[in-house]
């Protein structure tokens, strides 16, 4: 007879949202390496709990703990731990459009410009019209010498209201044609 995972489960998805819960409260009082160590520790335990005959967690905390811990990360200056994460990740967050867009970010951070266009696109194929993801895709082409189309993205992003003076005097110093 074969006994009910439902409690670990639930153990687990507790146990989870409290340590994603304290460590946002470490993060906020300036203990931010000890913040996203606990998030490590949870995202791998999480991780050790799918990977079981159990059924783990739920998908959802697994998606609350990486983006935190990306976020973190990154907030860090710990980029290139934060794309590797997103990387390993990848088949958890297909269809997650701000964890596509921050695999972008990352990316184009370290400068790894296909790479940020490629995430850049994934994001807005789920969410076409969000300005920041069109900016920074936008960017990336441009960096790479597809400026036409850099230009296309800068006008949707102004026509959605969001492309600040600053982003733009920055494409139009990488060659972009901004009205």
Known sequence: ???PAKPAVDSLQHGGNQALAQA????NEGARASAIDLLRQTLSRIELAGSGSSGAATPALLLAVARELARMEMAEGQV????KLLVRLEPQINQVADMWAMRGNAAQRLGQHPDAANSCRRAL???PDEPRWLLGLGVSLAIQ???AEAAELAERARVLGG???EIAN???QLGVSIH
């Open 163 to 165: 492309l600040r003076p």
């Open 1 to 3: 007879v074969a006994v």
């Open 80 to 83: 290139s731990a934060a794309l």
């Open 170 to 172: 920055y494409l139009r």
């Open 24 to 27: 946002q409260a470490m993060w």
């Open 125 to 127: 194929k789920l969410k």
């Open 145 to 147: 010498g597809q400026t």
